[in-house]
Structures are given as structure tokens and as C-alpha cells.
């Protein structure tokens, strides 16, 4: 059994890999062709309807989909109560977005919003219909057709929004992406996976899950409002120009620590709900999942910082130049974010969601202070508050991890030691690169890439540093079936 999981978890490790590198990856030269068409402008009015949508995507869940990945015993009549719960919740979310939309318009002073804010609203219709599918996936660990779905509706949408913007549609193009992606996912979901809704609901089987999903759900609204706090904050007190850029630096720096972050926490939260009962293998569990995110996340965010400049210069041209610093700022701020979602994996698999509520209303409460000190000296002494925070949070989410499984702040910090050593080592060789006689800045940005990869690859792998080790485990123990079926055929 003890082999059986750490089979499926590796290979769940990998899928999970290729997923968000596969989604992320086309989703990214997407957006760089897109910011080429389109005006910073254009992007800054999607970033206005963020926070809203977002809060609606977090009502649809109810937080009902964690609590059926930490049930252990959760029967066909809570899969389909959620599912249709789920559409009523999506629709319901839906029609207030619609009947909001003049009130958003007029809080931005944009009225183009308000058809913008309709059309987007049918994201969570559609959403709502693939959820399930999705939670069951991630459930059982298979993150292989989750591949599949996300790359393939990620590259069809983007195909649909490229269009659109070189025959003139502008912000309309962004729009039409996001709606296409979301329906194509859910389409595939349907197509890749056999689950079916039976006509089965039962409110005492909600009910029974409410208790954890509540305060999830609870976390989640908190979470995703204030995730785009500074989105509303700078689009009310600054102009769309300046949205629109610290919006794409957001993007950039975000969607890369998310994408690693979720490659790991994706497959840990099902994996620690089916040993929540046996704190040593959790711990032990716990230490590895986060030296591996350490091991991935602090080299990049490090290497994102130094080349944003040649990065935004060579991919989105100069019009973007401003969104350098921000993105320089936002790439130290994102250094942790993916330590912070796997201390809150543990108080899920534990059923803690109380516990887990309470910590989100601590960091929204030093978020708000944060905004209300730093906003009168602009957008980058905003991001320096982000940073502060981010540290700060990170003492928070570690205190009920060393209460529940033993695992203390100082033992964390001597595990995370290392690879922020080696990451750093690697990051002055970057910097130093900068004055190797280069013909183009293109021929730079590429040699600066290899060389800081080459040097923290050899320099893990010479110091056996443990998640050096178990990637190239994970990589090895997933690959060889496959090489092995070639080598036969």
C-alpha cells in the first residue's frame, strides 16, 4: 500500500508537472502575442473585472470539492448533491454579476464594463458543469487527463483570441478567450473522464460536508478577494495604463510561483487526506514536498527577477518597459507563496478548516494594513508591503504546522537553507552574465537562461541535495515504463 501511494504520487508529481508547464507555457506566449495586438489599456479593464469574477469562482466550488477529496468514504450520492448544487450555485452567481454590472461600471467610471462583466459571467456556468469531473480526477490522482484537457482548450482558446485581436475586436478578443477556454475545459472534461450525474441529491449528504467546505468556502472568498485587492486598489486610485502594467507584471510573476506551486500542493492535499491519521509519515511527507518546492520555485523566481528586463523588452517590447521594476518586486514577493499552500494542505487533510479560516483572517488583516500604510507612495511601495507580507505569513502558516505534526519553523528553515544558498550562488552568476560581449540582447537573455540553469543544476546534484535526488527519481521512475515499452515495440 506504503508503495502503491508513493507510485501514484510521483507519478502524479510528473503529470501535475507537465500540466502546469504544457497549460502555463502555451497560456504564456499566448498572452506575449496578445500584449503585442493589444494596449496596455485593454488588458487593465480584464484586470477591473478580476477581483469579481474570482469571488463568484470561489461561491461555485462552496468549498464542497475539498471536502470530497478529504472524505474518505464519500459515496455517488455526495458526488452528484455536489454536482447539482454546483449549477444552481454557478447560475445563481452568474445572474448577480449581471444585475452588478452597472454598479461596477460606475465604480471604475467605465461603462464598456458593463457588457464585459455579462459576457464574462458565463465563465461560471460553465464551469460549474466540470467540477466534479475535476475534483474526482484530482482525487484518484490523475493528473494525466488533466493534461490533455488544460493544454488543449488553453492552445484552442488562444487560437480563438488571436484571431479576434488581428481582425479588431481589442479587449472583446480577451473576453472571448476566457469564455472559449472555460467551455472547452469542461467539454473535454466530459469527454475524458466516464462519471455521469445520476439523479440522486441529498441535502443531509451536503450537510454532512458543509461543516469543512463552509469554512474553506469562507477562506476561498477571503482569499480570492483580497488576491485581487491590489488590482481593485490600483485601477480606482491610479489609471488604466498603470493597471494594465503591473496587471501583465502580476501575471507574469504569479502565474509562474502558481504553476509551480500547484505541480506539487495539487497532488499532496489527496495524498496527505488518505494518510491524515499517521502524523510521522505526514512530517515526513511534508519535509520532502516542501524542499521540492524550494528546490524548483526559489532558483526561478530568483532567475525571473535578474532577466525581466531583456524578458519584457524581447517578448512585449518596449511599450511595457514600465512593468520591469514591478515585475522585479513581485518575483521576491512570490519567493514563498508556494510554502504557504502546503501548510495549508496539512490543515486540510487534517479536516482543520477552522484552523485554516482563522489563519486567512489574520493575513487579510496584515494585508489591509499593509495597503493603508503603502498606497500614498504608489505601486512599488505597495509590492515592498506585499513582500513584508509575504515573510510575516509564512511565520503564521507554520506555527499550527509545528502544533499538528511536529514540524517546526526552525527545522523548516534548515531544510529550506540550502537551495536559498545555491539559489542565490546561481542568481550572482546570472547578474554577472550581464557584461559577457553579446551581439543582441536576445543571444544574452539565452545564455544568461542556460548558464543559470547548468550552474544550479550541477551545483544541487554535486552538493545530493535530498529534492535534487527525488526529481530526478520522479522524472526516472515515470519515464522508464515508457522508454522500457519503446525498447519492446
Same mark, same amino acid.
Given at each position: 500500500?506504503?508503495?502503491?501511494?508513493?507510485?501514484?504520487?510521483?507519478?502524479?508529481?510528473?503529470?501535475?508537472?507537465?500540466? !502546469?508547464? &504544457?497549460?502555463?507555457?502555451?497560456?504564456?506566449?499566448?498572452?506575449?502575442?496578445?500584449?503585442?495586438?493589444?494596449?496596455?489599456?485593454?488588458?487593465?479593464?480584464?484586470?477591473?473585472?478580476?477581483?469579481?469574477?474570482?469571488?463568484?469562482?470561489?461561491?461555485?466550488?462552496?468549498?464542497?470539492?475539498?471536502?470530497?477529496?478529504?472524505?474518505?468514504?464519500?459515496?455517488?450520492?455526495?458526488?452528484?448533491?455536489?454536482?447539482?448544487?454546483?449549477?444552481?450555485?454557478?447560475?445563481?452567481?452568474?445572474?448577480?454579476?449581471?444585475?452588478?454590472?452597472?454598479?461596477?461600471?460606475?465604480?471604475? *467610471? =467605465?461603462?464598456?464594463?458593463?457588457?464585459?462583466?455579462?459576457?464574462?459571467?458565463?465563465? +461560471?456556468?460553465?464551469?460549474?458543469?466540470?467540477?466534479?469531473?475535476?475534483?474526482?480526477?484530482?482525487?484518484?490522482?490523475?493528473?494525466?487527463?488533466?493534461?490533455?484537457?488544460?493544454?488543449?482548450?488553453?492552445?484552442?482558446? *488562444?487560437?480563438?483570441?488571436?484571431?479576434?485581436?488581428? =481582425?479588431?475586436? &481589442?479587449?472583446?478578443?480577451?473576453?472571448?478567450?476566457?469564455?472559449?477556454?472555460?467551455?472547452?475545459?469542461?467539454?473535454? +472534461?466530459?469527454?475524458?473522464?466516464?462519471?455521469?450525474?445520476?439523479?440522486?441529491?441529498?441535502?443531509?449528504?451536503?450537510?454532512?460536508?458543509?461543516?469543512?467546505?463552509?469554512?474553506?468556502?469562507?477562506?476561498?472568498?477571503?482569499? =480570492?478577494?483580497?488576491?485581487?485587492?491590489?488590482?481593485?486598489?490600483? *485601477?480606482?486610485?491610479?489609471?488604466?495604463?498603470?493597471?494594465?502594467?503591473? &496587471?501583465?507584471?502580476?501575471?507574469?510573476?504569479?502565474?509562474?510561483?502558481?504553476?509551480?506551486?500547484?505541480?506539487?500542493?495539487?497532488?499532496?492535499?489527496?495524498?496527505?487526506?488518505?494518510?491524515?491519521?499517521?502524523?510521522?509519515?505526514?512530517? !515526513?511527507?511534508?519535509?520532502?514536498?516542501?524542499?521540492?518546492?524550494?528546490?524548483?520555485?526559489?532558483?526561478?523566481?530568483?532567475?525571473?527577477?535578474?532577466?525581466?528586463?531583456?524578458?519584457?523588452?524581447?517578448?512585449?517590447?518596449?511599450?511595457?518597459?514600465?512593468?520591469?521594476?514591478? +515585475?522585479?518586486?513581485?518575483?521576491?514577493?512570490?519567493?514563498?507563496?508556494?510554502?504557504?499552500?502546503?501548510?495549508?494542505?496539512?490543515?486540510?487533510?487534517?479536516?482543520?478548516?477552522?484552523?485554516?479560516?482563522?489563519?486567512?483572517?489574520?493575513?487579510?488583516?496584515?494585508?489591509?494594513?499593509?495597503?493603508?500604510?503603502?498606497?500614498?507612495?504608489?505601486?512599488?511601495?505597495?509590492?515592498?508591503?506585499?513582500?513584508?507580507?509575504?515573510?510575516?505569513?509564512?511565520?503564521?502558516?507554520?506555527?499550527?504546522?509545528? =502544533?499538528?505534526?511536529?514540524?517546526?519553523?526552525?527545522?523548516?528553515?534548515?531544510?529550506?537553507?540550502?537551495?536559498?544558498?545555491?539559489?542565490?550562488?546561481?542568481?550572482?552568476?546570472?547578474?554577472?552574465?550581464?557584461?559577457?560581449?553579446?551581439?543582441?540582447?536576445?543571444?544574452?537573455?539565452?545564455?544568461?537562461?542556460?548558464?543559470?540553469?547548468?550552474?544550479? *543544476?550541477?551545483?544541487?546534484?554535486? +552538493?545530493?541535495?535530498?529534492?535534487?535526488?527525488?526529481?530526478?527519481?520522479?522524472?526516472?521512475?515515470?519515464?522508464?515504463?515508457?522508454?522500457?515499452?519503446?525498447? !519492446?515495440?
Amino acid at each position: 500500500m506504503v508503495a502503491s501511494l508513493r507510485s501514484e504520487t510521483l507519478r502524479g508529481v510528473f503529470y501535475s508537472l507537465c500540466e !502546469r508547464v &504544457g497549460e502555463q507555457g502555451a497560456y504564456f506566449i499566448i498572452s506575449i502575442v496578445l500584449a503585442r495586438l493589444l494596449a496596455p489599456e485593454q488588458f487593465g479593464l480584464i484586470a477591473m473585472l478580476a477581483v469579481f469574477i474570482q469571488v463568484a469562482k470561489s461561491f461555485l466550488d462552496s468549498g464542497f470539492g475539498a471536502a470530497l477529496i478529504q472524505k474518505k468514504n464519500a459515496t455517488p450520492v455526495d458526488e452528484c448533491s455536489i454536482f447539482y448544487f454546483n449549477i444552481l450555485v454557478g447560475f445563481f452567481c452568474a445572474g448577480l454579476l449581471c444585475i452588478s454590472a452597472p454598479w461596477i461600471a460606475a465604480f471604475y *467610471g =467605465r461603462p464598456l464594463l458593463i457588457p464585459l462583466t455579462r459576457v464574462l459571467s458565463l465563465v +461560471l456556468i460553465i464551469n460549474a458543469f466540470g467540477l466534479v469531473q475535476t475534483t474526482l480526477l484530482t482525487k484518484h490522482i490523475d493528473f494525466k487527463t488533466q493534461f490533455r484537457v488544460s493544454v488543449a482548450a488553453t492552445v484552442l482558446s *488562444g487560437a480563438v483570441g488571436i484571431i479576434m485581436a488581428l =481582425r479588431g475586436f &481589442g479587449v472583446w478578443s480577451l473576453a472571448a478567450q476566457t469564455v472559449t477556454r472555460s467551455f472547452l475545459r469542461t467539454l473535454l +472534461l466530459w469527454l475524458f473522464h466516464d462519471w455521469r450525474p445520476k439523479l440522486l441529491f441529498s441535502f443531509r449528504a451536503l450537510g454532512e460536508m458543509f461543516g469543512f467546505g463552509s469554512r474553506l468556502l469562507a477562506s476561498a472568498l477571503l482569499n =480570492r478577494a483580497f488576491e485581487n485587492i491590489y488590482l481593485v486598489v490600483i *485601477g480606482r486610485l491610479f489609471s488604466a495604463a498603470d493597471l494594465g502594467l503591473y &496587471g501583465v507584471a502580476k501575471r507574469i510573476a504569479h502565474q509562474t510561483t502558481l504553476s509551480i506551486t500547484n505541480v506539487v500542493t495539487r497532488v499532496t492535499f489527496p495524498v496527505f487526506s488518505k494518510i491524515q491519521d499517521d502524523d510521522e509519515r505526514l512530517r !515526513r511527507g511534508m519535509r520532502k514536498a516542501l524542499a521540492l518546492l524550494a528546490f524548483v520555485n526559489f532558483p526561478v523566481m530568483i532567475g525571473l527577477a535578474l532577466v525581466s528586463k531583456p524578458l519584457i523588452y524581447l517578448l512585449l517590447t518596449e511599450k511595457w518597459a514600465a512593468a520591469v521594476p514591478w +515585475l522585479q518586486l513581485l518575483c521576491v514577493a512570490g519567493i514563498l507563496y508556494p510554502l504557504h499552500s502546503l501548510h495549508l494542505n496539512i490543515l486540510k487533510a487534517k479536516g482543520r478548516s477552522d484552523l485554516f479560516f482563522r489563519l486567512e483572517v489574520v493575513k487579510k488583516v496584515l494585508i489591509i494594513t499593509s495597503i493603508a500604510i503603502t498606497y500614498r507612495w504608489g505601486i512599488t511601495a505597495m509590492i515592498y508591503g506585499q513582500i513584508c507580507i509575504s515573510v510575516l505569513c509564512y511565520y503564521v502558516n507554520s506555527y499550527y504546522t509545528a =502544533r499538528l505534526i511536529d514540524y517546526r519553523l526552525k527545522q523548516q528553515l534548515l531544510d529550506l537553507a540550502p537551495y536559498l544558498v545555491v539559489s542565490i550562488f546561481m542568481g550572482c552568476g546570472v547578474y554577472l552574465a550581464q557584461w559577457i560581449p553579446c551581439t543582441s540582447e536576445m543571444v544574452l537573455f539565452v545564455i544568461q537562461i542556460l548558464l543559470g540553469a547548468s550552474l544550479y *543544476g550541477v551545483l544541487t546534484y554535486v +552538493l545530493r541535495l535530498p529534492a535534487c535526488i527525488d526529481a530526478v527519481s520522479i522524472v526516472g521512475n515515470t519515464l522508464r515504463p515508457h522508454m522500457l515499452c519503446c525498447a !519492446r515495440s
